[in-house]
């Protein structure tokens, strides 16, 4: 379950940045009650030609706290940085996805509880390539890769876009929301805050199912509900294989016991 930030225009990303202030997040509704607030740990691991200049972890840090108004918001969420690595990434301008196999070994080596950080994030410099495809998350994994622009201003919204895939949220053919692959947003739309909210207390420990029985029930009705809906959403197919077939391992291994 891997998801791509599309080819984006670095005009569109500093247009999104400078609205993020005034972007409408998911309303509070008064009388409800909050479950207590999560944190959620983040290892960040930055390729080592960043390690001449460590601006970079002042910047990320800076981004980190914007996405965190709106995750406290729209889930009772906070994402809160633990530690610092660097890795060799390999040759410059590659895809994002030919990194994910490098990373996943690295986030290995925080054992099974990945005490210095229960999602890791990986942070690439751009290259000749330019802002196109500036990030990428690996939702089973907890791994989210995103660069490190030259306009500094667009990174904080693909931190938050590539946050959300891992708590369920999928590319959407939908304007006006972060997850919109047209005219997007900082905006949390309704059916990525159901699915985060099925989502928010996901496992992130490796070998362990993300999910418990009643939520994987839960997101799949909310994936196929979204389905049905007939959008041509690709990334709802690929959700739901994974979801049932974790469902069906998980019920059988329930009744073993």
């Known amino acids: 379950m891997r998801r791509h930030l599309r080819p984006a225009h670095p005009g569109l990303l500093l247009a999104l940045w400078a609205g993020f202030q005034v972007a409408a ?30 601006i970079w972890k002042v910047d990320i840090g800076c981004h980190m706290r914007d996405v965190n108004l709106t995750f406290r918001e729209a889930l ?13 990434a390999g040759s410059e ?36 390539e330019g802002p196109v495809d500036p990030g990428i998350a690996d939702y089973l994994e907890g791994i989210v890769i995103v660069k490190y622009l030259k306009n500094k ?26 997850m919109s692959l047209e005219r ?9 805050r159901a699915i985060m909210l099925a989502n928010r207390e996901r496992c992130f420990r490796h070998g362990e199912p993300p999910l418990s029985q009643e939520r994987m029930a839960e997101a799949i009705s909310l994936y196929s509900k979204r389905k049905a809906l007939g ?13 049932q077939a974790m469902l069906g391992r998980t019920q059988a291994a329930a009744k073993r016991r």
Not at 161 to 176: K, Q
């Open 25 to 54: 997040l998911a309303p509070y509704v008064p009388g409800a009650e909050r479950p207590p607030l999560r944190t959620v740990t983040v290892k960040v691991v930055a390729d080592a030609s960043l390690r001449a200049n460590e």
């Open 76 to 88: 009772g969420v906070r994402f809160k940085i633990v530690s610092y690595e660097y890795w060799d």
């Open 93 to 128: 301008g590659q895809p994002l996805a030919a990194l994910l196999p490098g990373l996943r070994d690295l986030a290995g080596r925080s054992g099974p509880d990945r005490r210095d950080g229960e999602i890791v994030l990986g942070l690439v410099p751009e290259g000749p």
């Open 153 to 178: 201003g667009g990174i904080c919204y693909v931190m938050l876009h590539e946050l959300c895939h891992l708590f369920g949220a999928i590319d959407l053919r939908e304007r006006g929301s972060v």
């Open 184 to 192: 997007p947003s900082f905006r949390i739309d309704a059916f990525t």
């Open 231 to 243: 959008l041509g959403e690709s990334e709802l197919s690929i959700c739901l294989h994974h979801l």
